[in-house]
């Protein structure tokens, strides 16, 4: 089938939380003024589109044929797409103060860096999971607690 799209906006298919789907058909833009905005196909969480079609999205501003976040564009997909694949990207989240620079892509590293040069972060040993802990660990470190007499003062 074809699924024609006009006006701003609008979208072909929609596919989201690890749908398939599959395009024989053709998905394109027809002749309007207001031809803004307009995706053939988006692909998100997981979803994937597999397109042995055409996606044919022109004509018109801030356009996409295929937009995908945190979905695919399936690679052995023999149709064809104008108006090209877009993929989010992560913004990037990366702050720095007083010469120190902290990279957290959002996949569970980071990396930090202190006048432009890596370095390690201290580890601390949590492994104590109490409140009156005999000894806590900071690097190199070893505090007694018992021994400096802060292990008996109150808990707040």
Request: hydrophobic share 30%.
């Amino acid at each position: 089938g074809n699924i024609e799209l006009s006006g701003k906006n609008t979208t072909g298919m929609y596919l989201d939380n690890n749908a398939i789907g599959e395009n024989y058909g053709t998905i394109k833009t027809v002749p309007n003024p207001t031809n803004s905005g307009i995706i053939g196909v988006v692909a998100l969480n997981g979803a994937v589109i597999k397109n042995y079609g055409t996606i044919e999205i022109k004509d018109g501003t801030n356009l996409n044929g295929v937009y995908l976040a945190k979905g695919q564009y399936d690679k052995a997909s023999t149709g064809t797409v104008v108006g090209g694949i877009k993929e989010k990207k992560q913004s990037d989240t990366s702050k720095k103060v007083s010469g120190i620079e902290i990279k957290a892509p959002g996949d569970g590293t980071a990396t930090i860096k202190r006048n432009g040069k890596v370095v390690t972060p201290t580890y601390i040993d949590t492994t104590v999971a109490s409140a009156k802990a005999p000894k806590v660990r900071v690097g190199n470190t070893e505090l007694d607690l018992r021994a400096s007499s802060l292990g008996s003062l109150p808990s707040i």
